[in-house]
């Protein structure tokens, strides 16, 4: 999981705290929704595995229901 989910935390955790402490947190004036919502979807399919891997792994298939 932390191969899947830190390069995308590496990415955005240190863009919003630039944007964060170049402004008073006027969230309009930073607006990367459609590059994030790309980031994000990009992770669906990683995660889902790791939800399947995680899943196989402790014969629990509970986490799979919804996928």
Do not use: K
């Not at 006027?26 to 399919?45: I, M, Q, V």
């Amino acid at each position: 999981m932390e191969e899947v989910l830190r390069p995308f935390l590496s990415e955005w955790h240190p863009a919003l705290r630039r944007y964060e402490d170049r402004t008073q947190f006027d969230d309009t004036a930073w607006d990367p929704t459609a590059e994030l919502r790309n980031a994000l979807d990009a992770l669906r399919e990683p995660l889902l595995a790791v939800i399947r891997d995680l899943s196989r792994i402790s014969g629990n298939p509970h986490g799979t229901r919804y996928l």
